[in-house]
């Protein structure tokens, strides 16, 4: 009785530590993006609709950028462990990039961004779930 009693402890336990530890759920949804400049401007601000699945990240950006303009389109990436990367010109585009960096938290994720083909000085980037 004892060694059956104690097989289900250890079993509870393993189960328990082999789930989320960090409680961080899959990118899935509309998410609230804001890029700021190292100087504390916000150079971007919009949204993000992400769909993980088991082979990465799909979906679409629709940025507003300061002082005027507009992105819109087509975004992949991926997620691995803690850590995503978004990249919101996907193609074969070797000379134009736009990434976007992080680590996940239980509402988003918070990290960096990286426009290639232009210089607006580095930043940060947070999104949050709508």
Do not use: K
């Amino acid at each position: 009785m004892l060694t059956r009693l104690a097989f289900l402890v250890i079993a509870t336990a393993l189960a328990a530590a082999c789930g989320e530890a960090t409680g961080l759920g899959p990118l899935n949804g509309r998410y609230t993006v804001t890029g700021v400049r190292s100087t504390g401007d916000t150079l971007f601000s919009g949204t993000l609709d992400l769909t993980q699945t088991f082979a990465g990240v799909r979906g679409s950006a629709d940025l507003r950028w300061y002082p005027s303009g507009t992105r819109t389109g087509p975004l992949e990436g991926r997620v691995a462990g803690d850590s995503v990367s978004l990249n919101l010109e996907p193609g074969n585009r070797v000379d134009v990039w736009f990434f976007l960096n992080g680590a996940l938290t239980p509402d988003g994720f918070t990290g960096t961004w990286n426009i290639g083909n232009a210089y607006y000085a580095p930043g940060t980037v947070t999104a949050h779930r709508s």
